[in-house]
């Protein structure tokens, strides 16, 4: 039997073809979602500045399963406590402060103006740490005292410095003059992508004040570095790790440890969606094909054909078709990973110090997804064709019989309640950005469950719409109601995918409307400022606060500093592995909110701001103390001084400016937030402000929005997964559309000629198929739209306590436009071609 069918195929191109693309795009989706997720699994950051010792020591990042925001720094007394470890030959200290060189007034960096991110910003470091790249002279000689700097090739290169000459550097806001005395390259392993700049080594001291951002062991000849790695980890105390291979990278980079945490989340969360829709996909297009072929598999029973045989046939042609697509869509999923990657890595998402990385097992894991999806779908119509008498099978070729079967109640029941499960969680259960992690997979399952009830809803849509159709398209209308009433199961394979492409685009697209304006709302709430004094260089010059506030027209100027931390003690229920957003200011007269208990003026020294549902949640009044886990990993117990209503999705903690910016990663606030006095002239306040800062190189004056940008960068972050999320599975259900509506319009062609036979102009088939596509539109919207409220609704009541948020409606009817005119264009088109040949010829094909 399975000779025969692939001796026949040729027959059957068109079931093939609409088999093969569902599943060829499938896997690849599918396997772009592995790359991702093991480019983030293998946490693959290869050494750059310490490419040349095998051993690396750092501070542990790793709080309680969490990521650390700031870099945990090490004690100056265990650079000697490795350096004595047997086998060590040298231990070199490392230590890093962010640097700008400057030419023309401007800061330059030796990258394009498009590089983005942390490890693209120059560095400044002693000179004892370049043996550790290693770094080595092309020209000149290293910096031996104070006022000389040697800066790397493509950073002198692009700051036009030649050895001998003056350059320009700002550290910590304060502009300097030094004396280049060499240029650097990095020899061997791979080139850094961070800038460095390198001062003498007593110089550097004063610089970073003498602390240790990780260790460089170099060991003695001989040594196995396994062994090295276990004798250090011994005299190490809990706050320090070893690192070694591709880990080392993030010594380096130790933001690159939460990227990998997000590049895996990213890729689980929208792989479990890719992988739910593709499958379901290529399973409805292929029960297409199967149930088009029913008259062929009645005949073939009628003769003699054992139900085991026609199982087989089905299985194996399935089989065949699915290897050779799921096979092949490989490549082009590889190449769309690598693409996802980068487009993550430009937009700020992951770091770019990150390495991507594929291997076979992205591929293995897309095959066999994608031939389970077929042969189980194979499976269930084989065995329902299998079980069907001759007789039967063959008065049903002709007219449709019942599609409630018992497997598609199970299924839509459990859909549909998961869906309604994942909404109540979304209102009752879930805080911050966690929120999304539930409504996004309530709005999947409900398209889903929908989906598989599509036939009924068919019949109820055709039966009400079935007299104004009559009414207004007369012959044709009536043709087209009788065939959307016979093949229900047919309709609803070719309605399935226009719900999954109008409930995810409308639903998916709407949460991120819902989020922006949440976090609108809480960022407007809380703080207020109508300049913004930023600085792009690691720091503003000291002096600069007291210079703002003593500006004619300035009424409040506080230094702004963020961070993220965790409540150590008392434990946080609602406390994410992300933990809480913290914001340091040392003037709360830039605070927009009043106080709801307490004084805010108290906000100094070892004291916070709660949010009310935070002090709630830990049991915490004012005057009451928590232990807060600040972003350094240091411990430090504070006051609740006062709370504070916040608005929208707002959740940060208060802090006094001085207290959390001794815990960052650059120890220096680098925003200043004016707030202008009553009746001053906003355009003179501004003015004055940037006269004050004009000679700081990398600083700028903004109106509020600079403040929010950067406050919602990680929100910005998120539009860009979702739309990419959107974008790609939308892509696919599109193609999902075209592919099913063409399968099923192109069988058609004997029909359309018998049609023609019995009087029907090319005209009116063409007439009757475009109200079919309007039949078929109308109920893949209405549903879609059914199944987009699921996500809507809920996820709008979380963030803005809305029930109907106010949101643009240009956005659905878009959504919609594009899903009925793919319809539309889906069915007339291979309409049209079906009819080009003679009636006769078309009414005797096989076709």
């Not at 599943?23 to 946490?43: D, H, K, N, P």
């Not at 409630?404 to 549909?416: A, D, G, K, N």
């Not at 600069?544 to 027209?553: E, N």
Request: hydrophobic letters at 50%.
């Amino acid at each position: 039997m399975l000779s025969l069918a692939m001796q026949t195929l040729r027959f059957r191109l068109g079931g093939f073809v609409a088999t093969f693309v569902a599943l060829f795009f499938g896997s690849a989706l599918i396997m772009a979602c592995g790359g991702l997720m093991e480019s983030g699994v293998r946490e693959a950051v290869p050494a750059q500045r310490f490419a040349a010792a095998p051993i690396v020591v750092t501070g542990d990042q790793k709080y309680d399963g969490s990521t650390l925001a700031e870099r945990v720094r090490l004690d100056q007394a265990q650079v000697r406590t490795v350096e004595n470890v047997p086998g060590v030959e040298r231990a070199v200290a490392d230590a890093s402060f962010p640097v700008a060189v400057v030419r023309d007034g401007r800061p330059v960096t030796d990258l394009p103006d498009s590089a983005t991110g942390d490890e693209h910003r120059p560095l400044g470091h002693a000179w004892e740490s370049a043996r550790l790249a290693p770094y080595t002279l092309s020209s000149g000689e290293r910096p031996t005292a104070t006022g000389e700097v040697v800066l790397d090739s493509g950073l002198a290169e692009r700051a036009g410095a030649r050895v001998g000459e003056r350059v320009r550097i700002v550290v910590a806001g304060r502009g300097e003059e030094f004396r280049l005395t060499g240029v650097v390259e990095q020899s061997g392993g791979r080139a850094a992508s961070q800038p460095a700049v390198f001062f003498s080594d007593v110089q550097a001291r004063a610089f970073d004040g003498g602390a240790v951002d990780a260790i460089g062991v170099l060991p003695e000849p001989g040594t196995d570095t396994a062994e090295l790695r276990e004798r250090i980890d011994k005299v190490l105390d809990g706050g320090a790790v070893t690192l070694t291979g591709d880990e080392r990278g993030l010594a380096e980079f130790p933001q690159a440890a939460a990227s990998q945490k997000n590049l895996v989340m990213l890729s689980a969360i929208f792989g479990g969606w890719a992988v739910l829709v593709a499958m379901f996909g290529a399973s409805s297009t292929l029960g297409l094909t199967v149930q088009q072929r029913q008259r062929e598999m009645a005949l073939l029973k009628a003769i003699g054909t054992t139900p085991a045989q026609l199982r087989l046939m089905i299985l194996g042609e399935t089989l065949v078709v699915a290897v050779l697509a799921a096979v092949l869509g490989c490549l082009p999923g590889a190449l769309l990973s690598e693409l996802l990657f980068d487009q993550l890595v430009d937009a700020g998402i992951i770091s770019g110090a990150i390495e991507f990385r594929q291997s076979l097992i992205p591929a293995v894991v897309a095959v066999v997804a994608s031939l389970v999806a077929a042969v189980g779908a194979a499976y269930l119509t084989a065995r329902k064709v299998a079980e069907t008498r001759a007789t039967d099978a063959l008065a049903s070729s002709a007219q449709e019989g019942g599609w409630l079967t018992r497997v598609r109640i199970v299924l839509s029941v459990l859909f549909l309640t998961g869906g309604v499960a994942m909404a109540v969680m979304t209102v009752t259960m879930m805080k911050g950005d966690l929120t999304a992690s539930t409504a996004g997979p309530a709005c999947i399952m409900w398209a889903i469950g929908l989906a598989l009830l599509a036939p009924g809803f068919t019949k109820a849509i055709v039966w009400l719409l079935q007299g104004p159709m009559r009414l207004l398209a007369g012959l044709t209308g009536h043709m087209a109601v009788l065939n959307s009433r016979a093949h229900t199961i047919r309709m609803a394979s070719t309605v399935t995918p226009i719900v999954l492409l109008t409930g995810v685009a409308t639903g998916t697209l709407y949460m991120q409307q819902i989020e922006d304006a949440s976090h609108r709302t809480s960022r407007n709430g809380v703080l207020h400022a109508d300049n913004v004094v930023t600085s792009e260089v690691g720091g503003l010059a000291p002096g600069t606060l007291d210079r703002v506030r003593q500006a004619p027209g300035v009424d409040a100027a506080s230094s702004y500093v963020t961070s993220t931390g965790f409540v150590q003690s008392p434990e946080d229920a609602d406390q994410t592995g992300d933990g809480w957003p913290l914001q340091g200011i040392d003037d709360v007269a830039n605070l927009a909110v009043p106080a709801a208990t307490g004084s805010l003026a108290d906000l100094r020294g070892n004291s916070v701001v709660l949010p009310v549902e935070r002090a709630e949640a830990l049991g915490r009044k004012v005057g009451d103390s928590i232990t807060l886990r600040l972003g350094d990993g240091t411990p430090v117990k504070v006051t609740v001084v006062a709370t504070y209503h916040p608005k929208g999705d707002a959740t940060a903690l208060l802090l006094p400016a001085p207290l959390l910016v001794t815990h960052t990663t650059d120890g220096v606030a680098k925003q200043i937030l004016v707030r202008h006095a009553a009746g001053a002239d906003p355009d003179e306040v501004t003015a004055a402000v940037i006269a004050l800062v004009k000679d700081q190189p990398g600083v700028e004056v903004s109106d509020s929005e600079a403040l929010s940008a950067a406050r919602t960068g990680g929100q910005q972050q998120l539009a860009t997964i979702n739309y990419m999320v959107v974008g790609l599975i939308v892509g696919y259900t599109a193609i999902s559309v075209i592919n099913t509506l063409i399968a099923a319009t192109g069988r058609r062609r004997r029909e359309f000629g018998l049609q023609q036979l019995t009087g029907f102009t090319r005209k009116q088939v063409m007439v009757m198929m475009g109200l079919e596509s309007a039949l078929t539109a109308i109920v893949g919207v209405f549903l879609g739209t059914v199944a987009a409220t699921i996500t809507i609704f809920p996820y709008s009541m979380a963030k803005l306590d809305d029930v109907v948020p106010s949101v643009p409606l240009w956005i659905y009817f878009t959504v919609v436009a594009g899903a009925v005119v793919i319809a539309f264009a889906a069915t007339l088109v291979p309409t049209w071609r079906a009819t080009m040949s003679r009636p006769v010829e078309a009414a005797t094909s096989a076709a």
